[in-house]
């Protein structure tokens, strides 16, 4: 508990589980005066919709959202809190039945078994109760609010899978990827690797077996200057918001981990003057420096988990009964959870980057301002 | 904006304005192992909904709840945070054009500039928006959830009307003061003086005007020790809680401003020892040394300045013209806040008692332990 | 603990205790570009220390203070957290050992009693420790870096002593009050009352005793629409910051807890237009509509109660023994706090309205510009 | 700024420059009756004390710590906050005046461009400010109070040195490398690897230039259910924590990237019973399940950039003059920074999960209890 806030002045409050009635997000500092409305929040919510493809879960949500909150009666975020609901639509008895027969047996990779931990024993064992992928639902309804805000100041957010299963996407441009990145049910940008990851992926699910891969979420717009020193530079509530993720193993920045294996002289970014202001010829410091945003492109890597839940029978323990016991797949699952980890992970990089524009600018630096008030206030 | 989350470690976030769609509620922090029903937020929320007696607001509001998150399957509190839906279902277009028609002209006394001004023109001026009394929804729904966590503990809170313009009722023992105060419409436990109260505002209503009062709320059975020097004491972060009720001018515990007045030999509570523990003569410090609470009865007042929206007409402005003008009541209004801010105070009261709890014992220490959870760990 | 930090983006840290080796501040969240010197910290630190007056306490405490983080080469604050030091330097063996004398009694009406069982019995017993008024120094400390970014917004804060042991200031004019708060040391701007007032409390003195009043302060030039709804209001801030003031039994807000016995028709403000802004003719409101600012001054006062410390000898416990028994005064003590405590309330209001400020403005918007980085960055 | 703290219920303050007077640490929430010293933080600063071999910067600064707030008389914690003062000792004026010559040069790699941005052209140039290496003193001082705290409840945390400059560390069990990392000034504990990398690292300086590596952190004895869903896992917060550290680049957890390119059943740890509790046959997930320890020891990764001041001349531009120039170091460096950033790391995990202990048992669930409390509360 105490945990389902991220932001600081732009702050994410949600709440649901997997087979809960509903799934509420509450943005809080959201500017006045930003157009919002139910679509924006659909078209984001889609990209991680389950059912999509024979890639992913076949469970059927609707993910329908609406926003109850947080709008005047123009249609205008009016400073309140935002609030959106989406009910969860697909809670089959047959299914909390499933759940209910294992709910003793501890599910290999799975999290049920600290969170049984932690809420002695009290936790929701259904679908992975709070620990479920559809907590995502509330990351990405609050990104899609903070893409508004991130829109108007022209700041472009993108996440695309970069490597399935070791098969990994060419070197490309942002405009390349950009052009690209939606046209597969993988979102990946280079077809011809696409192609190759998603062979091997159903290759891999028709094992009974899942796998993983890398997402690279890439920022373009950001103003030099954003984050806290020194604990909450950008970089580093960017890391919190995506390792917060489920199946997220490792996050890099630019150069990432092989930074570790370059000389200083190989790995520092050259700046120099371009139409007045400073730019760095290279980017390996990944948007950076001392955490801070300096400019050019915030480059993110993250590592993504094989997805826990197999067809294939695995040893594990019943704790009830406290013997040995072994299970497989109890319901419905996901070859691979990267071509629906993608917007969650966009969603946690903007939501990340909107908190520190608001605490540089305050809201009244980002509010739109009505005639009236000009009149009055100027 | 960045306003609508209450609490550290038991915290409250809430969303939704007077004629939006909804308003939600979500609690973070709830110990899990606690049974929580709809039925139990109802009750708290049924006190405080208008149109229940000619003294309040004729709008009709069922305010009816769900809770759509935090619940296991077996209806006990999980760990996860607690989500309350709570649909606004009188929003007819009569009034929603009722308050158009007049948006532009202050009310004298209501929020409605303020809002205005901060939120750049944008605020939603429907029904005062979020700084209408509907707000409130959410923080007696979440103290509905702290009540059930301090009745747990033995932990008992109620308000109560002390005074009503300027009509007090007598001094009572808390158990008098218990059996009688739900038993009249203001909810003041003194029946000769409820009486005079109720011809006093009804008198006051029918010359078109409105009056206030003083509400008074007392916590017993709360454990010495809480609250977190040297700024979070439980005195400041109640205050805090009750002066962020709308109406509310001041706050006062214990002998409160009389305290200004006395000598340190007349006010000092003596400490004595009774059955092994440390107890106070008397309790003029209202519960608290040092702002942490010391054992004995919290007791603390609130001032509630009368309801400004009056029948009679008022002097403004209009701020497109820019003109002089004035205004009546628009629509539905309570010829006295007193008998609805109480469960609000409640409510504050409670929560903030809950958060200080927390973060003495932690969620651990708070949490009912399954037997499959003790075998394991224990 | 974990309620040494108040402010949500303007942000004061401090510890420090009675006979501990030293008071450290740290202000998270200054705006860049700012001058700051000793001396303006010094300048608030000296209205605060004891031994000024027959009132107050004779301890001998400089309260030198050293900026020692936060500044640039230049003197100017950088962005990074300004850091302050105090050493206390009145530590003598013998008061120590008085405390420890005593340590297993109960002070009446003191701290120590709800910090040892807070705190396990590992509380500092002496000279209260983290309860003793000495933790204020960092407040105020605070409060003078908040007053510098104040004045460079046009926002002057002043306190003074409205009225002691039932003798009360005239009402008087925010000009007057200006002119004549600093003649005397009590910081009463009304002569007549003041010289009445240091009679009584001298009297009062040498009986022994102690006794308390009524503080006043006021913020001028505090722009409309500060302060977060709906939990973090101004209003609610600032009662925050007051109440956890040790000694304060209440706060309340222009026209107070007189508010609770008018009429509505007597209470509005009504708003008017002048030099095309909106004004409001009288401020009973204090200064806030809906707990948020409305342009007016904001006018708040607490209630102080007598110091607890008395030459008479009080009845009380000693908890070790568990045995009644007697105790005065131990050391050295103020007949009253009053003319201690105003800089203090000055100090919270001033964080309070720089913090709402910060949050509407972001840092950027409080910061000046260098010559440089407005060549390369406009 | 604003980011200066980190912990939400142990909560971590600093403050303090490279070339400032002195640095700040205060810790809040440290749960009282521990015994705490000055020695005990000292052996902490001491590990990451530059000048202590030929591989890191000639800086002399003692980095004498002293604990100046947060003790009882007894030498026990109190509850109240810690305060912690280090002055800096080596700032001579010939340094201050290299920085200041080159104070409008961008040093590439370094973060006074961003922090110039940042704060309109205040930020402090000397050494960096606090951009320098030196604000980690606070987090070192901090993480040495989490390490008694921790050492109580039976949790160690230890940092080495696991690859520099592409030269990997053999794999060893934890008991091995307790043993011997600390055997050398890389404090990497397989001799054979830090002779290489020693070797290398110092042809890599001689030839003017720097290089990086990566850091293993491990910590065992954690009890599972630590960390709060969904946002601050605890393995968030440690990314957090350990991201926010100057130079990472990356952070992985167990398997980290490599879990990208497995399958389930290659990744999953086997549950098994042991002595009556749940453990894991593998620990590829690094410690957690759903981000929540699992009771498996913490091991965590962090990618370290090479160290950006070289010898070697490197282009940059002036940003006054807007011309290109170059830049060689200008005083002090390190030839890499791992041997000095392992005690920082340490701290950081240290500080994330003594602040989730925290959460779960709150200050009560930590604190040592007095005879005498006893007596009077049980």
Redesign the interface.
């Known amino acids: 508990?105490?945990?389902?806030?991220?932001g600081?002045?732009f702050?994410v409050?949600?709440?649901?589980?997997s087979?809960?009635?509903?799934?509420?997000t509450?943005v809080?500092?959201?500017?006045?005066?930003l157009k919002l409305t139910n679509e924006m929040i659909q078209e984001e919510l889609d990209k991680r919709r389950p059912g999509q493809s024979e890639l992913d879960s076949p469970r059927k949500e609707t993910d329908k959202v609406?926003?109850?909150?947080?709008?005047?009666?123009e249609g205008?975020?009016?400073?309140?809190?935002?609030?959106m609901?989406v009910y969860n639509v697909d809670r089959q008895d047959i299914h909390?039945q499933q759940y209910?027969d294992v709910k003793?047996v501890?599910r290999?990779?799975?999290?049920?078994?600290?969170?049984?931990?932690?809420?002695?024993?009290?936790?929701?064992?259904?679908g992975a109760?709070?620990?479920s992928g559809r907590?995502t639902v509330g990351r990405v309804a609050a990104g899609a609010v903070a893409k508004q805000i991130l829109l108007r100041e022209g700041i472009e957010v993108l996440g695309y899978v970069k490597?399935s299963?070791?098969i990994r996407a060419r070197e490309m441009t942002f405009e390349e990827i950009k052009a690209n990145y939606r046209k597969n049910e993988l979102n990946c940008p280079d077809p011809e690797a696409a192609e190759k990851m998603i062979e091997k992926i159903l290759e891999?699910k028709a094992a009974g077996?899942?796998?993983?891969?890398?997402v690279e979420v890439i920022a373009r717009g950001v103003p030099?200057?954003?984050?806290?020193?020194?604990?909450?530079?950008l970089?580093?509530?960017i890391?919190?918001?995506l390792?917060?993720i489920?199946a997220v193993?490792?996050?890099?920045?630019?150069?990432?981990?092989?930074?570790?294996?370059?000389?200083?002289?190989?790995?520092?970014?050259?700046?120099?003057?371009e139409n007045?202001?400073?730019r760095f010829r290279t980017n390996r410091?990944?948007g950076?420096?001392?955490?801070?945003?300096?400019g050019e492109d915030i480059v993110v890597r993250i590592?993504?988990?094989?997805?826990?839940?197999?067809s294939?029978p695995?040893?594990?323990?019943n704790?009830?009964t406290?013997e040995?016991t072994t299970l497989a797949a109890i319901t419905r699952r996901d070859a691979t959870i990267c071509p629906r980890i993608y917007p969650v992970a966009e969603a946690m990089v903007r939501i990340a980057i909107t908190d520190a524009l608001?605490?540089?600018?305050?809201?009244?630096?980002l509010?739109?301002?009505?005639?009236?008030?000009r009149?009055?206030?100027e």
């Not at 490792?250 to 970014?269: L, P, Q």
């Not at 608001?358 to 630096?365: D, F, I, K, L, S």
């Not at 509010?367 to 008030?373: S, V």
Request: aromatic share 10%; net charge negative; glycine share 16%.
């Open positions: 508990m105490l945990g389902n806030t991220f600081r002045v702050r409050t949600t709440c649901g589980e087979y809960g009635a509903a799934l509420l509450i809080d500092g959201v500017p006045p005066g609406e926003i109850v909150a947080g709008l005047n009666q205008y975020t009016s400073g309140a809190p935002v609030g609901v909390i209910r003793d501890i290999p990779g799975h999290a049920e078994y600290t969170f049984f931990v932690k809420y002695g024993g009290f936790a929701d064992w259904c109760g709070r620990a907590e490597e299963y070791g891999v077996d899942t796998c993983g891969g890398i030099p200057g954003l984050g806290e020193p020194v604990f909450d530079k970089k580093a509530t890391a919190h918001g390792i917060s489920g193993m490792g996050v890099e920045f630019g150069a990432g981990f092989e930074a570790a294996r370059m000389k200083g002289s190989e790995f520092n970014d050259t700046p120099y003057i007045g202001k400073v410091a990944g950076f420096l001392g955490g801070i945003s300096n590592a993504v988990k094989p997805t826990p839940t197999l294939l695995q040893e594990t323990v704790i009830r406290m040995p608001m605490m540089a600018r305050g809201y009244e630096g509010t739109e301002k009505d005639e009236i008030w009149r009055l206030r």
